[in-house]
């Protein structure tokens, strides 16, 4: 017994260096790369995926934060329209299940200060070996009269106050349409006309596929519940 409790000893501490030695090693490389030629590569593969500038003010990597990025920027890149602000987004991945089942988990929270002023909380798991990808993004209560543009152009004009909270999931396989699901929950909503004015919370829930074509279209199935609701 005894022995065997030594062999079970040595096994953990053996395993327990490594992972420290490894951690140290893959600080001393991210500390190095990311700030320069890792946030000149992130910007060129988002570039490239998609007609938008994306500038970021700083980018570096902490063994305990992860991914830090300060100051990052989005504009549509004929318009130049801003599409995007957030000053701080730490983005944290998971190594071990990298290196063992060849899947990145990743968690990131960012700060949003356009197209809505927001706390946003993301956790997705990316399977290399057939390029599944899983994304869940939650946000806190978004004040309807912070939404700017872009964004600005989809919220109907007669919803005057109110906020809105988001809990989104997103799924997608290797040659599969995007599919997308959650609910929008809107509490203390505002909705006036010349004659009438609403009050009340919302609950949307419902789920989407993106076309499976590029001349396709979605398929779109919502549940609307409405709460506490009042009409002058």
């Known amino acids: 017994m005894m022995r065997l409790k030594r062999i079970l000893w040595i096994s953990v501490t053996v395993l327990a260096t490594i ?13 190095r790369w990311v700030p320069i030629k890792g946030k ?3 910007i060129q593969e988002v570039e490239q995926r998609a007609p938008v500038e994306l500038s970021i003010g700083s980018m570096r990597y902490q063994l305990f934060r992860g991914i830090i990025l300060e100051q ?15 000053p701080l987004t730490e983005i944290h991945i998971g190594w071990l299940a990298w290196l063992l089942q ?7 929270e960012s700060s949003v ?7 946003l909380s993301l956790r997705g798991r ?17 004040p309807l009269q912070s939404i700017a543009p872009p964004l600005s152009r989809y919220v109907p004009s007669a919803l005057r106050s109110g ?22 929950d809107g509490t203390q909503l505002v909705w006036a006309t010349p004659t009438a004015q609403a009050r009340g919370d919302v609950t ?7 076309p499976a074509a590029p001349d396709g279209r979605w398929i779109i199935e919502t549940e609307l519940s409405l709460r506490n609701g009042a009409i002058k």
């Open 126 to 142: 990316y399977h290399l070996r057939d390029s599944e990808l899983s994304l869940q993004i939650r946000s806190n209560d978004m």
């Open 204 to 210: 949307v829930r419902g789920q989407a596929v993106a």
């Open 72 to 86: 990052i920027e989005l504009h549509q890149r004929e318009s130049h329209e801003l599409w995007l602000k957030s």
């Open 102 to 108: 060849r899947q990145v988990a990743f968690r990131a």
């Open 19 to 31: 992972f420290l030695i490894g951690s140290a090693g893959m600080w001393w490389f991210l500390s």
């Open 163 to 184: 906020g809105v909270q988001m809990n989104l999931r997103l799924h997608r396989r290797a040659d599969e349409p995007l599919e997308l699901s959650g609910t929008l």
């Open 113 to 119: 200060e356009h197209p809505c002023r927001s706390e």
């Open 40 to 42: 000149a590569r992130l």
